[in-house]
């Protein structure tokens, strides 16, 4: 078949459009033409050069957010599958282990390898991948809005972890992709969503995602202790304390953000003496990809709100300057190749 144009960072801070030989599926995996993909801070991070050197692999085709079609498959995959869409598991576990078989990402001693860091990812038009780590979307799902199951899939991981219910009383720290798809699937779950972000610039769109109040960091002190759950998508030095003082007694944190520095540590006698159960999400296991597909299906996720911005995939450093720049009001930002 005629090659597949992708976008390859050979090293940091150096980006090309290529032409890549796109070879027919081996036993067990799945090429996919893929439709969108998104832009996630990481993937900044992988042109940069700031993302950990353990989590990436140079050269790489990045992208690890996409959405796309079953084009073929190899032996062992059932044919039903070509022509429906998907999208996919990034980060791989090892093959029949108990840890595969739970889904469990960090359960079982393996080499770190994930789609779009360490191994091709979807800023290409045609991208192969173990069929193993497909779900499939429903007939004529919106292949656009599919692109932001791989977000939610993260945040999900962290609903099932705060263990909530309906009438829970759950902050979302951070309005960005991450808590405002959070938002969305607790809602969904029936809780009470606050949202908690660092200045009044996300309300309107925290409340369409279906978050009942909104406030500024600098208002939350005043919510203190009142949370059965914070849910922590900001990822910025401080917040982790933040959302542990938000929680009440016996309450439970879940920190999904990576901040470049904290000073503020988390202290040890504040969770002790309050009981605050704290827990971490690091990609997304198999059980929240099943929950984030579910909800897309059911209407609950609806990532199209976030998307603010679209490029083709030559254009795709632009698209790495707009997502960087705070004044072009970004906020997910779709290739399309």
């Known amino acids: 078949m005629a090659p597949s144009r992708a976008v390859r960072v050979v090293s940091p801070g150096q980006l090309e459009v290529v032409d890549v030989e796109v070879a027919p599926p081996g036993p067990g995996e799945a090429l996919v033409k893929v439709a969108h993909c998104g832009i996630c801070g990481s993937d900044r991070e992988v042109f940069a050069g700031t993302r950990p ?27 039903e599958i070509v022509g429906r869409g998907v999208v996919g598991q990034g980060i ?30 979807g800023w290409a038009q045609y991208l192969t ?17 599919a692109a932001g199951i791989e977000p939610a899939a993260c945040v999900a991981e962290a609903v099932l972890l705060a ?44 409340r369409r995602c279906g978050a009942a109040h909104y406030t500024t960091t600098e208002g939350a002190a005043a919510l203190e202790g ?37 000073a503020d540590d988390l202290s040890s006698l504040e969770l002790v003496s309050r009981n605050v159960h704290v827990l971490t999400v690091f990609g997304a296991p198999t059980r929240a990809w099943a929950y984030a597909v579910r909800a897309f299906a059911a209407g ?8 603010t911005h679209e490029f083709g995939i030559e254009d795709a450093a632009k698209a790495l300057d707009v997502l960087g720049d705070r004044s072009s009001g970004a906020l997910k930002v779709l290739l399309h190749p």
């Open 92 to 121: 791989r576990t090892a093959e029949g282990t108990p840890a595969s078989v739970a889904g469990d990402t960090e359960g079982w001693e393996q080499e770190y390898e994930e789609t779009g860091f360490t191994l091709p990812g």
């Open 226 to 262: 009142t949370f059965d759950a914070v849910v922590e998508a900001a990822g910025a030095p401080g917040v982790a304390r933040t959302s542990v003082r938000l929680a009440r007694r016996g309450g439970r944190v879940v920190l999904t953000g990576i901040p470049a520095a904290d």
């Open 300 to 307: 609950v996720l609806d990532p199209t709100v976030l998307i």
């Open 163 to 206: 263990d909530v219910s309906a009438g829970s009383k759950v902050a979302v720290v951070g309005a960005g992709t991450l808590g405002l798809l959070a938002v969305q699937l607790l809602r969904g779950a029936g809780c009470e969503v606050t949202v908690v972000h660092r200045n009044d610039s996300r309300e309107e769109l925290s």
């Open 129 to 145: 991948i173990p069929a193993r780590y497909l779900h499939l979307l429903p007939e004529g799902a919106d292949l656009r809005a």
């Open 53 to 79: 050197a353990e989590f990436v692999r140079y050269p790489v085709v990045p992208g690890h957010e996409w959405s796309g079609t079953v084009e073929a498959v190899g032996a062992g995959v059932p044919e």
